[in-house]
């Protein structure tokens, strides 16, 4: 079955950088898009950015542009996110997901396996 397996949470200073990562196993990892997700505290689930199966497309949610950038090695198995001028208000449970169905357009909606999840902390 799909396992995800995410890495690289901390606490970190405000303008501070992490770099997330997730690897993922039990199928074909270059034939499937890939996201993150996060969730803070008293809030939904929410997505952050995405990047197709060929990695020719990448999505963000429009608080995170220009500061996370999303990457894939899928000689690894492996998905990014690299998180610059980090702010307080990133401060969540971070996911990786990956969708059942593969090369398909990237989708901010369409995931259906999920990681365990990373404590990402900003402090301000």
């Known amino acids: 079955q799909v396992q995800l397996a995410e890495s690289g949470g901390g606490l970190v200073q405000a303008g501070g950088s992490l770099r997330l990562s997730c690897t993922a196993s039990?199928?074909?990892?270059?034939?499937?898009?890939m996201g993150w997700f996060r969730q803070a505290p008293g809030k939904e689930r929410e997505f952050v950015a995405g990047?197709?199966?060929?990695?020719?497309?990448?999505i963000y949610v429009d608080s995170v542009k220009g500061r996370f950038t999303v990457s894939r090695d899928n000689a690894k198995n492996t998905v990014y996110l690299q998180m610059n001028s980090l702010k307080p208000e990133d401060t969540a449970v971070y996911y990786c997901?990956?969708?059942?169905?593969?090369?398909?357009?990237?989708?901010?909606?369409?995931?259906?396996?999920w990681g365990q999840g990373t404590q990402v902390t900003v402090s301000s």
């Open positions: 997901a990956t969708e059942k169905y593969g090369l398909r357009p990237i989708t901010s909606a369409t995931y259906d396996y």
């Open positions: 039990g199928r074909t990892f270059s034939m499937y898009n």
């Open positions: 990047i197709a199966y060929n990695s020719r497309s990448t």
